[in-house]
């Protein structure tokens, strides 16, 4: 039995993989963003082991939350699946002056990957919209570009991505992959989209709880159990670097190597 955190599982393919991973025996600590989500996914969820509440659209809140995690843990597996959508017409600035998009997707990852207690795997979910994403180092949140909310959203799927490597290299004693789970029929993928709710679930569960040797190498990027190329940036150590340093900056911590 493994222990297993994993954010935003209040619905779609967070709560599909909660779903999954205690229907297997294991041991899942849950996120809800507020009380009101928490209760329904404590109704919906009733075996998890806990249910933990933080907005990740706020550094305090983000902070809380590591806090938090550290008291539910130790946790074999950190799954980091929680994410906005980039179908926003206009630019969301949070309480700490970031755009919303990125401190959720982010910015948010990071900060609890930097205060909790490292784990055995880590997971962080991105999209297939990675490979269109483009890191302006220069306005990484489009505070001066004019606003495209679709491309804002694949810009921090390509840094989810860039983080999992980032983090696979400077922490060689972890497992830690990316994960493109498909397009897959949730609110935020929406009706028509190709792939069934558990096949979003499926890799992250398989890489959060497996034996299979496959599950246990790192710095991948895979999509149905597949180990495929990423948008070439993410290899960019100069990029993984940089990108490092400007989260570390934004949030005061720094991502210490082993």
């Not at 779903?19 to 809800?32: D, F, Q, W």
């Not at 799927?157 to 400077?170: C, E, N, T």
């Amino acid at each position: 039995m493994s222990s297993i955190f994993i954010t935003g599982s209040a619905q779609g393919i967070g709560h599909e993989t909660a779903r999954t991973l205690i229907g297997a025996g294991h041991r899942v600590v849950a996120h809800a963003r507020d009380e009101e989500r928490a209760t329904a996914l404590r109704a919906s969820l009733p075996d998890a082991a806990a249910v933990l509440t933080g907005d990740l659209a706020s550094l305090k809140s983000t902070r809380a939350l590591a806090a938090a995690m550290a008291e539910a843990g130790p946790f074999d597996t950190v799954i980091h699946n929680a994410g906005l959508g980039g179908d926003v017409p206009e630019r969301v600035v949070t309480a700490d002056g970031l755009g919303q998009i990125f401190q959720v997707n982010v910015v948010a990852p990071y900060l609890l990957t930097a205060l909790s207690p490292r784990p055995a795997r880590l997971v962080y979910l991105t999209s297939g919209l990675e490979s269109e994403g483009r890191l302006d180092f220069d306005d990484l949140t489009f505070e001066k570009r004019p606003w495209d909310g679709m491309q804002a959203y694949s810009d921090s799927k390509l840094m989810d991505v860039v983080l999992a490597f980032a983090v696979a290299r400077m922490w060689p004693d972890t497992v830690v992959n990316a994960v493109d789970p498909g397009w897959v029929r949730t609110r935020m993928g929406g009706p028509n989209a190709t792939d069934a709710l558990p096949d979003g679930a499926d890799t992250p569960a398989w890489l959060a709880s497996s034996d299979d040797p496959e599950a246990l190498l790192t710095g991948r990027y895979l999509k149905h159990r597949v180990s495929l190329k990423a948008n070439p940036a993410a290899y960019d150590r100069a990029v993984q670097d940089r990108l490092l340093t400007v989260l570390a900056d934004i949030t005061g911590e720094t991502l210490k190597a082993s």
